[in-house]
């Protein structure tokens, strides 16, 4: 019975340890910050937008990356099938150093990365 309590009572803490000394909280509050952002975005974007740029603030400089913290985070692209489905997009980050194409929605890495 001792085993069995002290069994449960070390896999409670160690998964609670385990998420505090990883990436995993901060990485599920990327998300969900995310799916807010697109879920407002996707009913009030045009149609007209062909791309999402995602740019760095030019104030700070986070040891992240910003745009590149969001480009490992969201996997390139492949977020986009999740957070906006019905929407057929081409990606960028300011990261690539690649010039905003003038049909890009741009979106300030920071609106994601901070509160």
Known sequence: MVGIIFYIIYNVVGISVHEIASVYS??????????IYFNNLNNLLPKTYTSIYFKDSTEEKNAWGESKKLKTSFAQNAFLYHFMPNRNFIIYYEVDKITVPKDSFIIPANDILKQ
Do not use: D, F, G
Not at 26 to 35: N, T
């Open 26 to 35: 901060l990485e599920s509050e990327y998300y969900h910050r995310a799916q």
